[in-house]
């Protein structure tokens, strides 16, 4: 394989869940590489933050649609990020044991949606917030708490094991968080708290609905999937080329390598893609055998 098709092999092959916090991860070296570019050029503000966080100004949200979204790939800092990694990575690990890949990037993004929502409505709406000034939301807390809520809602009396605690059922440890964000909300941050509140909010009615027969995330999981398939397409138009030949025996031979070459490559391209689109568990033993004798040339 090439370069490129061992980095996708690599990604294909990560779970969902890592998937997810190696995206975290990149977004928060980014936020301090352009903090570096900033002091450099002696800016006052870091525009990569500013682009991507949600304002709880519906009109900055008119201008920033994305944001709503965008916000919960960004961290304040260390302790920000490692906590909300090490809650993703237990709670995920529980979640695509009952739920596909796609079901957990569904929880994701309607989780940060929903938890955008609840923050911006409670700030235009409770006197509490009146004459705040400027407020923004980061982190993806809401997102993260919509897949722990999720799993601990569908599967509420699977346990995990705490050291010198001994097992804890998802669903004390899903109110446990749910109860300290409603208690904190008047004791700092509270924009956040609300947040991870709609996130939560999120995750226990679509596992509800999901129960029910009732896919609320299918219109979102459709959208996704037309995105992937446009830049897949995009990916995948390679220029033609024009071979020519100048010994017959040779070019027999050297036309014959090309096109096998070219087919394993094309063959590879196809297994990655489907289990980018449906997970490894989609793919067929002949498939699975294919991308497995393919690693070994990695």
Do not use: C
């Not at 055998?289 to 990695?298: E, I, N, R, W, Y």
């Amino acid at each position: 394989m090439d370069w490129k098709s061992q980095f996708r092999y690599k990604y294909a092959m990560a779970s969902m869940t890592e998937k997810l916090i190696a995206v975290n991860l990149l977004f928060f070296i980014l936020t301090f590489v352009f903090r570096t570019i900033g002091f450099l050029f002696e800016s006052q503000s870091n525009f990569f933050i500013e682009w991507l966080v949600f304002d709880k100004e519906p009109l900055e949200f008119l201008f920033k649609p994305w944001s709503i979204v965008s916000y919960a790939f960004l961290h304040s800092g260390f302790i920000h990020i490692l906590f909300n990694m090490i809650v993703l990575y237990f709670s995920g690990r529980f979640f695509l044991e009952f739920f596909s890949p796609k079901k957990m990037l569904n929880y994701y993004f309607l989780g940060a949606i929903s938890g955008a929502l609840v923050f911006m409505l409670s700030y235009n709406l409770f006197p509490a917030f009146q004459g705040i000034g400027k407020s923004y939301l980061i982190g993806a807390s809401a997102s993260v708490m919509a897949i722990l809520v999720g799993i601990a809602t569908k599967a509420p009396n699977l346990s995990m094991r705490f050291f010198l605690i001994g097992n804890v059922k998802l669903w004390h440890i899903a109110t446990l968080f749910v109860v300290l964000d409603i208690i904190r909300i008047p004791m700092g941050n509270a924009g956040g708290h609300l947040a991870h509140l709609g996130g939560a909010l999120l995750g226990y009615f679509y596992s509800k609905q999901l129960d029910k027969g009732v896919d609320i995330g299918a219109g979102f999981e459709k959208y996704m999937d037309a995105i992937a398939d446009y830049f897949s397409s995009i990916g995948s138009k390679k220029p033609k080329m024009k071979t020519v030949h100048k010994n017959k025996n040779s070019k027999k031979s050297t036309s014959n390598n090309h096109i096998n070459k070219n087919e394993k490559q094309k063959k590879i391209d196809d297994i990655l893609d489907k289990i980018s689109k449906n997970g490894y568990d989609s793919l067929t033993k002949e498939e699975k055998d294919f991308l497995f004798d393919a690693g070994k040339d990695m």
